[in-house]
């Protein structure tokens, strides 16, 4: 069955350094989306990307978050200098309809921000 | 805006009995997606079952049901014959139905299952 992988499953970092969270989203699928999980809290979306642009991002998404799809199958998250605050479960998830009737998600990366 | 309310923080439920988890959601639009996912301890977010708005029939899937009641904005789920892998945390999430497919969650209810 087709999954959605995501690399690696735990990353602890330095605050302050840069992250580059990985995603392989299912190979079909052409809308793809970020979220979040602080520990204990709701999942939160960060951003959606389809056709090699950002479609939506919340209030989360500031300008030390982007995102990149740099080929045809890995979809990225870059945290540009992590805060003690980033440290969170992170999801990626992946569609393939317009209408997202289902995604599908990855089992997440915890980031531990030291 | 869209907010999605789940009441229960943690349920429990013995062992092939049944139990009802809550959720409510505020919204203004009349076509929508709501949904269930279960996250066990691996941490993993799972499709339990969907409900597209515009459908009046509650949807089903093997023992997981809902109840949708779209003038009281409630979307609450049953697990039927409750099993211990059912153990999980388990979010409401609603999607607008827009292209832009972003889903909305609550807050989770653990539920634990006893032998």
């Known amino acids: 069955e087709p999954e959605v992988t995501q690399t690696p499953s735990h990353q602890v970092t330095q605050m302050g350094q840069e992250v580059i969270l990985r995603c392989v989203p299912i190979s079909n699928h052409l809308y793809f989306y970020w979220y979040r999980q602080i520990l204990g809290q709701k999942v939160e979306f960060l951003v959606s990307?389809?056709?090699?642009?950002?479609?939506?991002k919340s209030e989360i998404f500031d300008d030390q978050f982007s995102v990149e799809r740099p080929d045809g199958s890995n979809f990225t998250l870059k945290i540009r200098s992590t805060k003690l605050e980033d440290s969170a479960m992170y999801f990626c998830?992946?569609?393939?309809?317009?209408?997202?009737?289902?995604?599908?998600f990855g089992q997440g990366t915890r980031l531990t921000v030291v | 805006a869209q907010t999605v309310t789940q009441s229960q923080p943690e349920m429990s439920v013995q062992e092939a009995e049944t139990v009802t988890l809550s959720c409510t959601y505020d919204?203004?639009?009349?076509?929508?997606?709501l949904f269930w996912y279960k996250q066990p301890p691996s941490r993993q977010m799972i499709l339990v079952i969907r409900?597209?708005?515009?459908?009046?029939q509650n949807a089903t899937e093997n023992r997981f049901s809902v109840n949708f009641q779209k003038a009281a904005k409630s979307f609450s789920l049953k697990i039927s014959d409750s099993q211990l892998g059912d153990a999980a945390m388990y979010f409401c999430?609603?999607?607008?139905?827009?292209?832009?497919?972003?889903?909305?969650f609550g807050r989770g209810t653990q539920l634990t299952v006893w032998p």
């Open positions: 999430a609603y999607d607008r139905g827009s292209t832009l497919g972003r889903l909305y």
């Open positions: 919204t203004s639009e009349s076509d929508y997606y």
């Open positions: 409900q597209e708005a515009y459908k009046q």
């Open positions: 990307f389809y056709n090699n642009e950002i479609s939506e």
């Open positions: 998830a992946s569609s393939d309809t317009e209408m997202n009737t289902e995604a599908f």
